[in-house]
């Protein structure tokens, strides 16, 4: 009964958030309590919260109230007049510029919990994001979501059968792919690993280093955005575990966060790779698992060219869930109402 008439302090912040997971990798999308983010565009959103509210996110992401591989979001207002939402995406070390898995479980939690209607056996949410305007078609059935396949931002190969000399790890060959941020693809067994959980410490030893390398060898341009020339992460791939999958992907990427999800945006670059090699044809599907066995479909819809690369435009599906309400207080006395992060 006491703490039924126990309120915070009115001076505590308040947060407020829904949890959700996508194919098992975690998203906390903030619906109330977080200042809003001036700018005309996402990136100019982005960088107002890098430079002025990094600590909220570190608070919200690192413990007490998160881990090591939390990753969230912040929804805004659109800034194309078709989106229905904006977003700014952010983890342990910092803002991606696009998340599939994201995507993916924002267009599930807006449409469940009535922020935008929700209409079977298909309805649109258009996206905002760093990295452009990305449009999912939700698929419903008895007012739930079943799954979410979005079309990805044009996605494209940066380089095509590289080498490089990696501390502890020797010479190893990779290729680096946009999809909404850029990656460095490998093969697993390269480094001596296969895409078992069980190897989960050692993906990010070696993943981190081949991304270090990478980065310290190379620019990494994006065509039209300089706040999307950085290397996001290192997919490792292998063959695949269960039967009716193509492959099997582990995603290092952020500040050694492993990607429960076959990450979409990973996909997308993997589907540019694939169609430079002409390995896939137009609309021809892959079904990738993720390191815990769980699944997204990815395709070819359509390809441009985007600046100087012959690209294409991607989908992916996949199914997201809801997990959790919750409400985060800030008590300004707290020594680490910032966060802390071990990992």
Same mark, same amino acid.
């Given at each position: 009964?006491?703490?039924? &008439?126990?309120?915070?302090?009115?001076?505590?912040?308040?947060?407020?958030?829904?949890?959700?997971?996508?194919?098992?990798?975690?998203?906390?999308?903030?619906?109330?309590?977080?200042?809003?983010?001036?700018?005309?565009?996402i990136?100019?959103?982005?960088?107002?919260?890098?430079?002025?509210?990094?600590?909220?996110?570190?608070?919200?992401?690192?413990?007490?109230?998160?881990?090591?591989?939390?990753?969230?979001?912040?929804?805004?207002?659109? +800034?194309?007049?078709?989106?229905?939402?904006?977003?700014?995406?952010?983890?342990?070390?910092?803002?991606?510029?696009?998340?599939?898995?994201?995507?993916?479980?924002?267009?599930?939690? +807006?449409?469940?919990?009535?922020?935008?209607?929700?209409t079977?056996?298909?309805?649109?949410? &258009?996206?905002?994001?760093?990295?452009?305007?990305?449009?999912?078609?939700?698929?419903?059935?008895?007012?739930?979501?079943?799954?979410?396949?979005?079309?990805?931002?044009?996605?494209? +190969?940066?380089?095509?059968?590289?080498?490089?000399?990696?501390?502890?790890?020797? &010479?190893?060959?990779?290729?680096?792919a946009?999809?909404?941020a850029?990656?460095?693809?490998v093969?697993?067994?390269?480094?001596?690993?296969?895409?078992?959980?069980?190897?989960?410490?050692d993906?990010?030893?070696?993943g981190?280093?081949?991304?270090?390398?990478?980065?310290?060898?190379?620019?990494? +341009?994006?065509?039209?955005?300089?706040?999307?020339?950085?290397?996001?992460?290192?997919?490792?791939?292998?063959?695949?575990?269960?039967?009716?999958a193509?492959?099997?992907?582990?995603?290092?990427?952020?500040?050694?966060?492993?990607?429960?999800?076959?990450?979409?945006?990973?996909?997308?670059?993997?589907?540019?790779?694939?169609?430079?090699?002409?390995?896939?044809?137009?609309?021809?599907?892959?079904?990738?698992?993720?390191?815990?066995?769980?699944?997204?479909?990815?395709?070819?819809?359509?390809?441009? &060219?985007?600046?100087?690369?012959?690209a294409?435009?991607?989908?992916?599906?996949?199914?997201?869930?809801?997990?959790?309400?919750?409400?985060?207080?800030?008590?300004?006395?707290d020594?680490?109402?910032?966060?802390?992060?071990?990992?």
């Open positions: 009964m006491a703490k039924k &008439k126990w309120k915070p302090p009115k001076k505590w912040l308040k947060i407020t958030t829904i949890d959700a997971h996508t194919e098992g990798e975690p998203l906390r999308i903030i619906t109330s309590g977080f200042p809003d983010l001036p700018g005309k565009t990136l100019a959103r982005r960088r107002y919260c890098q430079k002025n509210l990094d600590h909220l996110r570190t608070a919200l992401v690192w413990e007490p109230r998160g881990h090591a591989d939390m990753y969230g979001c912040i929804l805004t207002s659109p +800034v194309t007049p078709e989106a229905d939402t904006g977003v700014v995406f952010f983890h342990n070390e910092g803002y991606s510029t696009m998340c599939g898995h994201g995507i993916i479980a924002i267009a599930t939690v +807006v449409l469940e919990t009535g922020m935008l209607p929700m079977a056996p298909t309805t649109t949410v &258009k996206i905002d994001t760093p990295a452009g305007l990305v449009t999912a078609q939700a698929r419903v059935a008895r007012r739930r979501v079943k799954s979410v396949a979005f079309q990805n931002v044009p996605s494209f +190969v940066l380089a095509l059968d590289e080498r490089i000399q990696v501390p502890g790890l020797g &010479k190893i060959s990779y290729d680096i946009f999809g909404g850029f990656y460095a693809y093969k697993a067994k390269e480094v001596g690993l296969t895409c078992t959980p069980d190897k989960f410490r993906f990010i030893e070696k981190m280093a081949i991304k270090r390398a990478v980065m310290a060898s190379r620019p990494i +341009v994006h065509p039209y955005e300089k706040d999307l020339n950085f290397l996001y992460g290192t997919i490792f791939i292998c063959p695949p575990l269960s039967k009716g193509d492959s099997r992907s582990v995603c290092i990427f952020a500040e050694g966060e492993v990607d429960r999800s076959p990450t979409g945006t990973g996909i997308s670059g993997r589907l540019a790779i694939l169609h430079a090699r002409q390995k896939i044809a137009l609309n021809q599907q892959i079904d990738i698992e993720s390191i815990i066995g769980t699944r997204f479909t990815g395709r070819i819809v359509e390809t441009k &060219k985007f600046g100087p690369h012959p294409i435009i991607p989908e992916v599906e996949g199914s997201a869930y809801i997990t959790g309400q919750h409400e985060f207080l800030f008590d300004p006395e020594p680490l109402q910032d966060g802390f992060i071990l990992r």
